[in-house]
């Protein structure tokens, strides 16, 4: 089954700076890749989502990009701000129905 | 609120009781899933239901779990016979059909085994 490793666990930033989250994937023939943020309590919320065809997808603050060569995959977050803190979870899917997240990463944005 | 429900949020049991959960997807949504969140890692699939027909179901889920979706709107999970490994966030998810559609989560049901 596809495996997904998530780096790094944990990320500090200050406020203003910017967070890179990175993900990869074990099956070569995964092609959708989603980013999650959950919030401590709260149901896990997509942010932004990238399908194999695309190599980089930008919504406002937040972009992902894709490598399929190297199958790696990450979020980035520019002027980060106190509400984005918050764990962060890539997932894959090889199918059109089944995800595998990621373990997480802990983002705490110190004001 | 149209978004994914989840009953209870919270439920805490003695090891061996049986526990039902509820989710009721967002409505037009005729795919609903199944996962299983542990602390400190991401949500693991269960299982997934394409309107009443459960297409798939993870090795995890053992022959104590059963989930149904009788009409194709809500959907069940029972566990029996409940033992301390069952303890976690149990998450449903709906979407729609095809193509990679994005899942939305509901709030999940925290399951603790005493």
């Known amino acids: 089954g596809e495996n997904v490793e998530q780096h790094p666990s944990t990320l500090s930033v200050q406020e203003g700076d910017s967070a890179v989250i990175k993900c990869t994937y074990s099956?070569?023939?995964?092609?959708?890749f989603p980013w999650y943020k959950q919030e401590l309590g709260k149901r896990p919320q997509l942010i932004i989502d990238?399908?194999?065809?695309?190599g980089e997808k930008k919504d406002q603050r937040i972009a992902v990009t894709l490598n399929k060569t190297a199958k790696h995959f990450s979020l980035h977050i520019t002027e980060t701000q106190p509400e984005d803190s918050a764990v962060y979870f890539c997932?894959?899917?090889?199918?059109?129905?089944?995800?595998?997240f990621g373990a997480g990463t802990t983002v705490t944005v110190r004001a | 609120d149209t978004g994914v429900s989840q009953d209870p949020r919270h439920k805490i049991t003695k090891r061996g009781q049986n526990v039902t959960f509820r989710c009721d997807p967002i409505s037009e949504h005729n795919r609903l899933y199944w996962y299983r969140q542990t602390l400190g890692q991401g949500p693991e699939f269960l299982t997934y239901f394409q309107n009443e027909a459960q297409l798939e179901k993870s090795r995890l889920l053992s022959d104590r779990f059963s989930a149904e979706r009788p009409k194709g709107s809500f959907s069940t999970l029972e566990i029996q016979r409940t033992e301390q490994g069952d303890s976690a966030m149990y998450l449903c998810a709906s979407s729609l059909t095809g193509g990679n559609q994005p899942q939305h989560f509901g709030d999940g049901t925290r399951l603790s085994i005493l």
């Open positions: 990238i399908r194999s065809n695309v």
């Open positions: 997932a894959a899917s090889i199918s059109d129905y089944k995800l595998s």
């Open positions: 099956d070569s023939a995964s092609n959708y």
